[in-house]
């Protein structure tokens, strides 16, 4: 079985802040960890993805997210917060043999001048 | 060209009707979702196809039923619509890679269905 949960429903930060939202996996199996990014009235796009291989991963828009087995955890960060970034952030995990996602609840991020 | 697409986008209908959501993906994918979105944005699958096969089926009452004509197209049909059933419902394509678990999906926009 797998679960996510993403600490806060809403983060807000002024532009040019840093941007942390946080993600915390539960995972039987070695998980495959994702972090998706929905505008209003959009689908779900991809920000990025972590499988095997450098715990660090970079994405788009410069988000960047690190996998910590130790902590089970998988925070998405930005150094500099744009207007643009302001969005949903849904942190989730996929693995074994089911082509099968466990979304978080997901995470408002407000951006403030 | 968009890529995964859903109709109707909107769809507001009474209780106790019958309607139905068409996905089609232009991508080339072997599979296809479709996840429901509630008001409070949390996501959850219903059902996955992978090449008009049911890979996925999750605790979905039976008044909804997936239909996969080939593996571009994943319809959802909903009978008897209830109250509950209003939500944002999302359809989703993925390209197999060997590793199911690691697939990247690719959503539709979404279609916001309001049951009065």
């Known amino acids: 079985a797998q679960s996510v949960t993403q600490l806060g429903s809403h983060v807000s930060v002024s532009e040019g802040a840093l941007v942390l939202l946080r993600c915390n996996y539960s995972s039987s199996v070695p998980p495959y960890l994702f972090w998706y990014v929905q505008y209003p009235n959009q689908g779900l796009q991809l920000l990025l993805k972590?499988?095997?291989?450098?715990?660090l991963v970079k994405g788009i828009n410069g988000f960047e997210a690190e996998f910590k087995k130790s902590e089970t955890s998988f925070h998405l960060t930005k150094p500099s917060a744009h207007m643009s970034d302001a969005a949903e952030y849904f942190c989730a995990v996929g693995g074994g043999t089911a082509s099968k996602l466990t979304f978080g609840t997901g995470t408002r991020l407000q951006v403030t001048l | 060209d968009t890529a995964v697409s859903q109709t109707p986008k909107y769809l507001v209908t009474q209780m106790g009707n019958d309607k139905s959501i068409k996905c089609e993906q232009n991508?080339?994918?072997?599979?296809m979702y479709w996840y429901k979105q509630d008001s409070k944005k949390f996501l959850k699958i219903m059902f996955s196809y992978n090449n008009k096969e049911l890979i996925i089926n999750e605790t979905v009452p039976n008044r909804f039923s997936p239909k996969s004509p080939d593996k571009a197209h994943l319809n959802l049909h909903i009978n008897s619509l209830e109250l509950g059933d209003s939500a944002v419902y999302f359809c989703a394509s993925s390209q197999d890679g060997g590793n199911p678990g690691a697939n990247v999906l690719t959503f539709g926009a979404g279609s916001r269905l309001t049951v009065l």
């Open positions: 972590y499988t095997t291989g450098a715990t």
């Open positions: 991508l080339g994918h072997d599979t």
